[in-house]
């Protein structure tokens, strides 16, 4: 995996790459983070500046970093258990679908996000955010998915014939702080670190709890 990081921290191969077109600059490209062992992927878009400065995809120091944190610490879990990657490895100005994004999110998918699967073995995958989604939803079910689509096809998370759980969520960014927000923000959150929590707890990965209410800020 090492070496794995070390190749995409160089990675020149689509228009993101070009130092001088791109806006992460003379900024390395941001690998994952975390064990291969472990048994929950996150899986975002793809990284900010902020993550381009510190070299880990959604740090600890960013509004999604905080909010993946909360989430963790909500169900029992250490950042530290987790391994979290991005689709694509490069921050972009423009729209996921078109222009070089879409050309990186071919070459990132095809090469280095390839490449991350083939050493993981987890039992509980989170994409989040709609280019994430869409890409792993194909992947593992056969067609491209939406969170809506997703949950009308399947409920909250589904489980591939790998055995494999699924629970997309919104990106952080769109759905960062709507629990401490709104009424149905609170509820929406709530919704998302049971059904983790009971993934998880079936599986094993954590422990039992008969408590289902949110921390305090």
């Not at 222009?99 to 990132?108: K, L, M, Y």
């Not at 991350?116 to 989040?128: A, R, T, Y």
Request: include cysteine; hydrophobic fraction near 35%.
């Amino acid at each position: 995996m090492d070496g794995l990081r070390n190749s995409i921290r160089k990675c020149r191969k689509c228009p993101l790459g070009d130092l001088q077109q791109s806006i992460r600059r003379d900024l390395p490209a941001v690998p994952s983070e975390g064990s291969v062992s472990a048994s929950i992927i996150i899986v975002g878009q793809n990284p900010n500046l902020t993550a381009h400065t510190l070299g880990v995809p959604f740090p600890r120091e960013t509004q999604a970093g905080r909010w993946i944190n909360r989430l963790l610490a909500d169900v029992g879990l250490a950042r530290d258990n987790t391994y979290i990657t991005n689709i694509v490895k490069c921050a972009h100005s423009r729209k996921p679908d078109v222009g070089p994004a879409n050309q990186a999110r071919e070459i990132c998918t095809s090469h280095w996000l390839k490449r991350e699967k083939f050493l993981l073995n987890p039992q509980v995958v989170i994409p989040i955010g709609k280019l994430a989604i869409s890409h792993l939803s194909k992947t593992a079910f056969g067609e491209s998915l939406t969170i809506t689509s997703f949950r009308l096809k399947f409920g909250l998370s589904a489980t591939d014939a790998k055995g494999i759980s699924w629970l997309p969520f919104y990106h952080p960014t769109v759905k960062h702080d709507e629990h401490a927000r709104s009424e149905s923000g609170r509820a929406l959150y709530q919704e998302l670190v049971e059904t983790l929590r009971g993934l998880l707890t079936t599986k094993g990965l954590v422990p039992a709890s008969s408590d289902s209410s949110l921390r305090s800020e």
